[in-house]
């Protein structure tokens, strides 16, 4: 699987794009394992699963209600565009 990993922070979209036309020019998969935008989609679901997280616990705290993040849990999730292997908080 592609692994590399994606700062969301400081992502060029148009240094992506590039990057994606010519490794889809030179016959790579958009989707799949080692597809062009799993990497992509891997970090946009990892910060949207975190931010619900947040989210919740925020919740939790605002109605005095104890909870905390409890470590980490490696969890495999099936998408379109292949199966992402992410750690998640408990």
């Known amino acids: 699987m592609n692994s590399k ?3 969301l922070e400081n992502f060029d979209f148009s240094q992506f794009k590039q990057e994606a036309i010519g490794r889809l020019k030179s ?14 989609l891997k970090e946009i679901l990892e910060a ?3 931010g619900e997280m947040d989210a919740h616990l925020s919740d ?3 109605a005095g209600i104890p909870n905390r993040r ?3 849990l490696q969890k495999t ?14």
């Open 27 to 40: 016959g790579e998969s958009l989707t799949g394992k080692d597809g062009i935008l799993t990497p992509l």
């Open 77 to 90: 999730m099936k998408t379109a565009t292949g199966a992402i292997v992410r750690k998640s908080s408990n």
């Open 5 to 7: 990993k994606i700062d």
């Open 60 to 62: 939790c705290k605002d």
């Open 48 to 50: 949207a699963l975190e």
């Open 70 to 72: 409890n470590g980490k």
